[in-house]
């Protein structure tokens, strides 16, 4: 099992230009998150999902929309990057409330916006 | 408003023992993570607590006590591979994770 996945790993961006993030997970989790990092920061929840076809806002969701057509994959698009968008994202899966709740983790996308 | 209080940055020595404390308000309580977090690299699961008191785990404990709202991660027989961040998250009311902003720890031979 591959676990969980993100593409792309590295990624610069001019502002204004739009992009999308692609996590896939093969241990068919029903919840997909995506957080970014910033330094001196926590994790911050950007959009997450509870089921094929759900999406809901998380804490930081503004600039940013996302889509769960399949059970296994969660795609972030940027509509319109811009610098304070420049962070580390992280994709994240778990089974769900009724299970055990650790979240994996894929391994992260850098992204730099100029 | 939530928040979680943990210590930006420890030094430890190799071979000794560390505890990192982590203090939390939040809205609800449905358990307390505890993820490593390599440099460059995505978190990984350490721990849960969800009841009062100790879980050991090899080199690794960690406490609860919700009372208080807090918990420590203990970490015993450092190697220098512990050189790490440690995130402590608590799951809300709404089972969303609040995350610290993690500690820098740095084991010095």
């Known amino acids: 099992n591959a676990g969980v996945t993100q593409t792309p790993k590295f990624r610069v961006l001019k502002t204004g230009q739009s992009m999308t993030l692609l996590c896939a997970q093969d241990?068919?989790?029903?919840?997909m998150y995506w957080y970014r990092q910033d330094p001196g920061m926590g994790l911050r929840l950007i959009h997450y999902?509870?089921?094929?076809?759900?999406?809901a806002k998380g804490e930081v969701p503004d600039g940013y929309n996302v889509s769960r057509l399949k059970k296994q994959n969660f795609l972030l698009g940027l509509e319109s990057a811009a610098p304070s968008q420049t962070s580390v994202y992280f994709c994240?899966?778990?089974?769900?409330?009724?299970?055990?709740?650790?979240?994996?983790f894929g391994p992260g996308t850098r992204l730099t916006v100029l | 408003g939530q928040n979680i209080d943990q210590p930006t940055e420890m030094t430890a020595t190799e071979g000794a023992i560390v505890q990192i404390n982590c203090t939390y308000q939040?809205?609800?309580?449905?358990?307390l993570f505890w993820y490593q977090q390599h440099a460059g690299e995505a978190p990984t699961f350490l721990s849960y607590?969800?009841l009062d008191g100790l879980e050991e785990k090899g080199r690794f404990s960690s406490f609860l006590s919700r009372s208080k709202g807090y918990s420590y991660l203990l970490l015993k027989e450092l190697q220098m591979k512990d050189s790490a961040s440690y995130l402590c998250?608590?799951?809300?009311?709404?089972?969303?994770?609040?995350w610290g902003a993690g500690t820098k720890l740095i084991i010095k031979p």
């Open positions: 994240a899966s778990n089974v769900g409330r009724e299970g055990s709740g650790e979240q994996f």
């Open positions: 241990m068919n989790h029903e919840y």
């Open positions: 999902s509870v089921g094929e076809g759900t999406t």
């Open positions: 939040t809205s609800g309580f449905n358990g």
């Open positions: 607590n969800v």
């Open positions: 998250a608590v799951v809300d009311s709404n089972y969303q994770l609040i």
